[in-house]
């Protein structure tokens, strides 16, 4: 049965940085696009980077470019969102998405869900 699993989140700092991973079960995630998504509370979900099957191809949010590195291993069965310079407002659950339309950050075109791991970012 496939399976995208999240994992890295937690508390920090402002200024600080996490790597979340998604790992992947049940399926080969080279075959798929990436997306990487966040729900803060009372807001809705948005995108936040998307990486191609072939990893040449990225996109990130306005609010997250030149602080989030998307990244992928496909030999691992793993993609990654490095995330730096993390601000309050980055505070949210975070979900990796599998997709074959392209590293878009459009919830709609995603059609495999992880479970989200939360971040925190507060002093």
């Known amino acids: 049965q496939w399976q995208l699993v999240e994992s890295g989140g937690g508390l920090v700092q402002p200024g600080e940085s996490l790597r979340l991973s998604c790992a992947a079960s049940?399926?080969?995630?080279?075959?798929?696009?990436i997306g990487w998504f966040r729900q803060a509370p009372g807001k809705a979900q948005e995108g936040v980077s998307g990486?191609?099957?072939?990893?040449?191809?990225?996109k990130y949010a306005d609010s997250v470019k030149g602080r989030f590195t998307i990244s992928r291993d496909d030999a691992k069965n793993t993609a990654y969102l490095q995330m730096d310079s993390l601000r309050p407002e980055d505070t949210a659950v975070y979900y990796c998405?599998?997709?074959?339309?392209?590293?878009?950050?459009?919830?709609?075109?995603?059609?495999?869900w992880g479970q989200g791991t939360p971040v925190t970012v507060s002093s």
């Open positions: 049940g399926f080969t995630l080279g075959n798929y696009d």
């Open positions: 998405a599998a997709s074959r339309k392209g590293a878009t950050l459009t919830v709609g075109e995603y059609d495999y």
């Open positions: 990486i191609s099957r072939s990893g040449d191809s990225t």
